[in-house]
């Protein structure tokens, strides 16, 4: 079965310093990896996405993350913080289903990233 | 704006009480889902649709009914409702058949039930 470890349930940092949310995973073949940001109020928003190609992967608003198989591990990064990045992050696999139409998304319980001026 | 559009936004409920949860999306999306998120908690699914009239359970589907009788439409409905059922929920529509990571999600539902 598969599982995604949030190692963190909140991190504070100022702003203008580097960001670091850690993940790890569990899974019995090459996952799928996912990183989801959810503004107070908001629905989620697909940050970045794993699949198998590049093991460094760039997203959106300055935001990568890197897939370490060695560590299981998929934590994500961004250099320098910004006021707007406050929000809750979740780190997802995907789990596709023999049977039924949809990949399932199995998802850590969050990180809620603090940024302080 | 296109997109998905849940209503209401809040719902306070009496234990018992029933309710629908409306979900609505403009994109064509033949998959649709429905999760709730308990506080400190990531989604987990409730149902979901493959497309008009398929509907199927996901992983927590007790206590809640839904329907799919058109592409733009996926109510969800909660017929007695319990203190558990308090949550948040998410609607979502994919336009790809096994990406539901590429969901556009609505903006939430703030279910509470006392």
């Known amino acids: 079965a598969q599982s995604v470890t949030q190692l963190d349930s909140h991190v504070s940092v100022s702003e203008g310093t580097p960001v670091l949310l850690r993940c790890n995973y569990s899974?019995?073949?090459?996952?799928?990896l996912f990183w989801y940001v959810q503004h107070p109020n908001k629905g989620l928003q697909l940050l970045l996405k794993?699949?198998?190609?590049?093991?460094l992967v760039k997203g959106i608003n300055g935001f990568e993350a890197e897939f370490k198989k060695s560590e299981t591990s998929f934590h994500l990064t961004k250099p320098s913080a910004h006021m707007s990045d406050a929000a809750e992050y979740f780190c997802?696999?995907?789990?596709?289903?023999?049977?039924?139409?949809?990949?399932?998304?199995?998802f850590g319980a969050g990180t809620r990233l603090a940024v302080h001026p | 704006n296109a997109g998905v559009t849940q209503t209401p936004k809040f719902r306070i409920l009496k234990i018992g009480q029933s309710m629908t949860l409306q979900c609505t999306q403009d994109m064509n999306h033949n998959y649709m889902y429905w999760y709730r998120q308990d506080p400190g908690m990531g989604l987990k699914l409730i149902y979901y649709?493959?497309?008009?009239?398929?509907?199927d359970k996901g992983e927590v589907p007790n206590g809640y009914n839904v329907s799919r009788s058109t592409t733009e439409d996926f109510p969800l409905r909660l017929e007695l409702a319990a203190p558990s059922q308090t949550s948040v929920y998410f609607c979502?529509?994919?336009?790809?058949?096994?990406?539901?990571?590429?969901?556009?999600f609505g903006q939430g539902t703030r279910l509470t039930v006392v």
């Open positions: 794993y699949t198998s190609a590049a093991t």
């Open positions: 997802v696999v995907s789990d596709p289903q023999v049977s039924g139409g949809y990949n399932k998304l199995i």
């Open positions: 649709s493959v497309g008009a009239g398929i509907t």
């Open positions: 899974s019995s073949y090459s996952p799928s």
């Open positions: 979502a529509s994919s336009f790809l058949p096994r990406q539901p990571e590429n969901a556009f």
